[in-house]
């Protein structure tokens, strides 16, 4: 039994050898690299859209839970458990509703992006091996969902004709401050390196973008 184990693990260096090789592949650390830069990108935009909206939430120390709480750190706030079980689609079209699940359209809309991550890249379930585990349909429809939420988020008005989210508005002087509009077009363009790390193929960067918040998983 012991000369079979050692036989055993002896036939399974080369093996061994593959697959340190495989977790340290160029492809599976660009693609966990771009996971942390997404969260980045997310987070960055929930604080400015709570600066630039403050009537979702006027309490700073309160918008600063809610983004710990979205991305499962330790944080006195609780997500509603309707928007814990939602999933990123749902959640993304209700941040646009002419009424919305929660009053906070920001953290429901933060929340679907970051849900739209973890869905697309499969985080849930440990470390990526390689690039073939994440299925690229997910990454062109977190591509597309993305793609919507920036259009809705320059267009769409509620009832009384007001913008839903203030964004890029003219200040007083003119300036426009194009931020938010560069951070999901960052995000857009982390996403169609992966699209092509995971099919290897130039033809699959070009495919039909969706009117609708499209279903990940």
């Not at 160029?26 to 600066?51: F, G, W």
């Not at 009832?159 to 857009?188: K, P, R, S």
């Not at 099919?199 to 495919?207: A, K």
Request: proline content about 5%; aromatic content about 10%; hydrophobic content about 35%.
């Amino acid at each position: 039994m012991i000369l079979g184990l050692i036989l055993a693990l002896g036939g399974c260096s080369s093996v061994r050898e593959r697959c340190s090789n495989a977790l340290l592949s160029p492809d599976v650390k660009i693609i966990n690299y771009h996971v942390k830069k997404h969260y980045e990108s997310i987070r960055t935009l929930a604080n400015r859209l709570y600066a630039k909206n403050p009537c979702y939430e006027p309490d700073p120390e309160r918008r600063r839970a809610k983004i710990r709480a979205i991305f499962g750190e330790t944080s006195p706030y609780t997500i509603p458990y309707e928007l814990r079980i939602s999933m990123s689609h749902q959640l993304l079209e209700a941040s646009f509703a002419p009424t919305p699940p929660e009053r906070d359209r920001v953290l429901v809309f933060i929340l679907g992006l970051k849900k739209g991550v973890d869905e697309a890249y499969n985080t849930g379930h440990g470390p990526f091996l390689t690039g073939c585990q994440i299925d690229v349909k997910r990454l062109e429809r977190l591509y597309s969902n993305i793609s919507q939420a920036k259009w809705r988020l320059k267009t769409y008005r509620d009832q009384g004709g007001h913008l839903m989210f203030i964004t890029n508005q003219a200040l007083d002087n003119g300036y426009i401050n194009m931020g938010f509009e560069v951070i999901l077009t960052q995000m857009l363009t982390r996403i169609q390196d992966d699209i092509y790390l995971r099919s290897g193929l130039e033809s699959n960067l070009t495919f039909r973008l969706s009117t609708i918040f499209l279903s990940i998983l």
